[in-house]
């Protein structure tokens, strides 16, 4: 199905200049539910619009849920690319077994993924200006009273095209470590991207932003003297040019641009280390960089802890930096990808 002349016309009234984080709905989404057997099947795109759901509904009555981000760039060429995005089915999977939930195939997950985006091509920013956000999600949609999994679940991805994160010099985050909330426990989600991880968080964010801080930096629950992640994204720490971001073992979430990072340090002959990182390492350390799909690599200006405020090295120059340009390189096609980690889909 390819975008419409409406899809067209609003595409080009957009402004690409000046793009932030916020939901521009786009024309077309796409929507797959299981069928008698309980397995996915067959999904189909239609128009952008509201889901009619049950409010018995397993998603909205014991959190049945996951989501998934991932995003589509546009080169310089003009041609569209997504990056890693196997990565994101095989976590949805890992997700779904631990919420008792079926998964549509890797295939069927990549290949909804390709569908929608190419419905929205007009919606795929131009090369340098941002990308079109994509959120798959996976929930229980049929309907269920005795707390238990659903009987029925929906696959539905919809897009949004949305800016960079990184700006030259504007972008670096302030941080506070708050002790009193816990993000995820040893035995809980927080290793899957639920639904649920994700609201018991905001207050404290927001009280943090409220604050002007960019985020809040989360311990772990057990000792809370270990750094594990922030709301959204992961976080590396480097102390004399070595890389060190927290292992995971369950409480963070495994991102696929943290690992990417892993790997692209590694090429570059830097040592890594995948460990505990407690809170005093990263007081310590010469740069901080926090690392995900939405953000990118973006530097941490500081941390504050305790009403001490640690500042670290940002900009040109730094480690975080070359590593988010060569990550950057690859994710939109300005870079070789030696790695195959992209797809060109047109
Ligand atoms: C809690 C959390 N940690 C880390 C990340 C980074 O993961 P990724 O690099 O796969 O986007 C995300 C975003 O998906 C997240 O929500």
Same mark, same amino acid.
């Given at each position: +199905? ?8 609003? =595409? ?18 796409? #929507? +797959? ?41 546009? *080169? ?7 990056? *890693? ?15 008792? +939930?079926?998964?549509?195939?890797? =295939? ?8 929608? #985006? ?16 994509? *959120?798959?999600?996976?929930?229980? $949609? ?13 696959? #539905? ?19 506070? #470590? ?15 991207? $639920? ?35 922030? $709301? ?86 730094? +480690? ?27």
């Amino acid at each position: +199905m390819g975008a419409s002349n409406s899809s067209e016309k609003s =595409a080009k009234t957009m402004n690409w200049d000046n793009l932030g984080f916020g939901l521009t709905p786009t024309d077309y989404m796409f #929507v +797959m539910k299981t069928s008698g057997d309980g397995c996915f099947t067959e999904g189909r795109l239609t128009r952008y619009k509201s889901i009619d759901i049950s409010p018995s509904a397993g998603i909205f009555n014991y959190g049945q849920g996951l989501f998934e981000g991932a995003k589509a760039y546009r *080169r310089a060429d003009g041609h569209i690319q997504l990056f *890693r995005i196997e990565e994101n089915a095989r976590r949805m999977k890992m997700g779904a077994d631990r919420l008792c +939930m079926p998964c549509p195939s890797i =295939a069927q997950f990549t290949d909804a993924v390709k569908k929608t #985006v190419l419905a929205n091509r007009h919606w795929v920013p131009p090369a340098g200006k941002g990308s079109l956000y994509l *959120r798959p999600l996976l929930f229980g $949609s049929g309907p269920v009273l005795g707390i238990g999994p659903a009987p029925e679940y929906s696959f #539905v991805i919809f897009a949004s095209p949305i800016g960079n994160w990184y700006k030259a010099g504007a972008s670096a985050m302030n941080l506070l #470590v708050d002790r009193n909330v816990s993000r995820a426990a040893p035995g809980g989600c927080g290793g899957i991207k $639920s639904i649920t991880n994700y609201a018991p968080v905001f207050e404290v964010v927001k009280k943090a932003k409220a604050q002007g801080y960019a985020d809040v930096l989360f311990l772990d629950a057990t000792t809370g003297k270990n750094i594990e992640e922030v $709301s959204s994204c992961n976080i590396f720490i480097v102390k004399n040019n070595v890389l060190s971001t927290p292992a995971t073992q369950g409480t963070i979430l495994p991102g696929i641009t943290r690992r990417s990072i892993i790997e692209i340090a590694t090429d570059f002959g830097y040592k890594v280390e995948e460990r505990e990182v407690p809170l005093e390492h990263a007081l310590d350390a010469d740069e901080v960089f926090c690392s995900g799909t939405a953000v990118g690599i973006t530097h941490v200006a500081s941390i504050t802890y305790q009403e001490k405020k640690v500042e670290y090295k940002t900009g040109e120059g730094t +480690m975080s930096d070359k590593l988010r340009i060569a990550l950057t390189g690859i994710q939109t096609g300005s870079a070789q990808d030696k790695k195959g980690w992209t797809v060109q889909l047109d």
